[in-house]
């Protein structure tokens, strides 16, 4: 699957979004390293701590069916449904990210099709705690 593929499914994940409370719609489509794709997007909840993000959405579907070696997420989000910048992970979800990614996972985070940037997680959350930190 090509990266744009993956950014187009995340933009499709978008249009799904819960989020009567701040407007802010997010799309995730997290690749297996098998082909798979599981998509999220994100849950609002009017008590905002139970609020969950597109890309947790994502990786926990894709848990909750056995699955657990990813190799990249693409993920788009804006206001009101609009795209108008990059929307990189919060920090829980990139924590979540590596609980289950090595440094090399790849994170797509686009505008369009046209305009995307990718980095991986090491990129993104450097000197990050990891469960070989507990081990």
């Known amino acids: 699957m090509t990266d744009l593929s993956l950014l187009s499914l995340a933009l499709e994940a978008m249009e799904k979004s819960y989020s009567p409370y701040s407007g802010c719609k997010v799309g995730a489509a997290l690749l297996t ?74 994170i797509i985070l686009g505008i369009n099709e046209a305009e995307y940037k990718t980095i991986t997680l090491g990129e993104l959350l450097p000197l990050s705690f990891s469960p070989k930190d507990v081990k």
């Not at 098998?34 to 849950?43: D, F, L, P, Q, R």
């Not at 139970?50 to 894709?62: H, N």
């Not at 848990?63 to 804006?78: K, N, R």
Request: proline content about 3%.
């Open 33 to 106: 390293k098998e082909g798979k794709v599981y998509t999220g997007t994100n849950i609002e909840n009017a008590a905002f701590s139970p609020t969950v993000c597109a890309e947790r959405v994502a990786i926990f579907k894709a848990i909750s069916e056995g699955v657990t070696d990813f190799s990249a997420i693409a993920v788009v989000g804006g206001k009101n449904g609009r795209v108008d910048g990059i929307f990189a992970p919060c920090g829980v979800c990139r924590q979540v990210m590596r609980e289950f990614c090595d440094d090399d996972f790849k």
